[in-house]
């Protein structure tokens, strides 16, 4: 019996919907985003469009589209469908499978250049159909593909600015000796370092600068040298920067 035909789901729009927020620490960040697959020719045979193996099981269109789900996730369930179930809509001859996730992903960050670093977040799926298995599948990136980045979505801009654009991609994902199709998007950000240095880098160079005031009193007068920093006309910027600090969350 031949093998069945590798489905070439072809990604046509990936929309960075929202971006929340940025953890350094936990190495993750919050986002919603908008995808959309096109399945070529696919319409005619909407409700047995997967034909596995033996020849004689069909499966949906619908039921292709439930094997995508979020691959970087930062814990299990993070990231879940907005949606009840992926919305198929006809267009000409073809299908288009659209789905909307939002939750946490997980993203490694290189911090050694802090703060003047720059991190890529990717947003990455799986399908959930071997390269080889018994609906074999494959996904292209269409040559008109549509991504951004939604400006008004973009939440900490305080902290950080979208640098560039979104780019799609596609891969593979071996797991145990079994390879499944993988694709996603990046979006790289810029952290603002006159936000660090500014609220953080200036007021503890402030606040350790002002130790070297106790040298203004005798060192016979202890007591008088403990009361120094505490006179300084600069208390008032001590106090703003510790509260800038703490604002931080440093």
Known sequence: MSA????????????????????????????????????IGAKARREAFVTFKDGRTTESVEWFARQIEPYNSFEHDSCKLIDEKPKITDAG?????????????????????????SQELRIEFLI????????PAKVIVSP??????????????????????VHCFVDEHKANGRIFPKFGATA?????????????ALPTAVISGLAFTLFAAQPSEPMERLSVPLRTPDRDLCSHAIVTVSAAEL
């Open 188 to 200: 790289r950000v810029a952290r603002k370092s006159r936000f660090y240095v500014t609220n953080v």
């Open 4 to 39: 069945p035909a590798t489905l070439h789901p072809e990604l046509e729009r990936f929309d960075v919907l929202k971006i929340q927020s940025i953890d350094t620490v936990s190495q993750s960040f919050n986002a919603r985003c908008l995808v959309r697959l096109r399945l």
């Open 128 to 135: 959930l159909c071997r390269v080889d298995g018994p609906v």
């Open 144 to 165: 008109g593909v549509e991504s951004s980045l939604v400006d008004r979505g973009f939440a900490p801009r305080f902290q950080w600015q979208p640098t560039g654009g």
């Open 93 to 117: 001859d073809d299908l288009l499978i659209q789905l909307r996730f939002e939750g946490r992903f997980s993203q490694p960050m290189w911090l050694h250049a802090f703060p003047f670093d």
